[in-house]
Antibody
Framework: QLQVQESGPRLVKPSETLSLTCTVS??????????WGWIRQPPGKGLEWIGS???????HTNPSLKSRVTVSIDTSKNQFYLRLSSVTAADTAVYYC??????????????WGQGTLVTVSS | DIQMTQSPSTLSASVGDKVTITCRAS??????LNWFQQKPGQAPKLLLF???SLQSGVPSRFSGSGSGTDFTLTISPFQPEDVATYYC??????????FGGGTKVDIK
């Protein structure tokens, strides 16, 4: 069973860059049937997809964040990463890393990290 | 982008009730629709995938239906441990995902 876990700073200053790492365990990140992604949830609000990456490096990002988001991967470390630049208070949220299982007639998020609250404040 | 609209945003139910939550997509998504349950302080948990397939370990009182643009999550009979917020997720455009706004369910 694949598991994912976020790590990184929990406090970021306005205008700086938020950086998070997700470590995959229980299997290889270099698998044909999974995408690896990030989802966030502002306090008291709903879920927002941020972006995803395939082990070969192809990425997809939310158009509303696209210019500020970078998702990358290091298959040798079984890790993938999120960078969100020029953060403001509106970027304060619980950030989840996750994996998406992709099959012929189904596609769904099959593993979630525990989530890490990142606060943007000076 | 595919927009997902859930209704209602909140509801109160009595133990034993039949609870129905609806989710509508802005375009046809076939059956690429998943349902999640989220309790406070926890990550979302997958309940159903492909509109109506029950995830392993999820109680059979949870069921789903629909295809195209209109989908339903039913909880019957409602139990106290089902107090949570429920989200639909479209995966038609995966890996580009999107979620409904959520339905918060509490006990009447």
């Amino acid at each position: 069973q694949l598991q994912v876990q976020e790590s990184g700073p929990r406090l970021v200053k306005p205008s700086e860059t938020l950086s998070l790492t997700c470590t995959v365990s229980g299997g290889s990140i270099s698998t044909n049937d999974h995408y690896w992604g990030w989802i966030r949830q502002p306090p008291g609000k709903g879920l927002e997809w941020i972006g995803s990456i395939y082990y070969r490096g192809s990425t997809h990002t939310n158009p509303s964040l696209k210019s500020r988001v970078t998702v990358s991967i290091d298959t040798s470390k079984n890790q993938f990463y999120l960078r969100l630049s020029s953060v403001t208070a509106a970027d304060t949220a619980v950030y989840y890393c996750e994996s998406d299982l992709v099959g012929g007639t189904y596609r769904y998020t099959d593993s979630w990290g525990q989530g890490t609250l990142v606060t943007v404040s000076s | 982008d595919i927009q997902m609209t859930q209704s209602p945003s909140t509801l109160s139910a009595s133990v034993g009730d039949k609870v129905t939550i609806t989710c509508r997509a802005s375009q046809s998504i076939s059956t690429f629709l998943n349902w999640f349950q989220q309790k406070p302080g926890q990550a979302p948990k997958l309940l159903l995938f492909a509109a109506s397939s029950l995830q392993s370990g999820v109680p059979s009182r949870f069921s789903g239906s629909g295809s195209g643009t209109d989908f339903t999550l039913t909880i019957s009979p409602f139990q106290p441990e089902d107090v949570a917020t429920y989200y639909c997720q479209q995966s038609y455009s995966a890996p580009r995902l999107s979620f409904g706004g959520g339905t918060k369910v509490d006990i009447k």
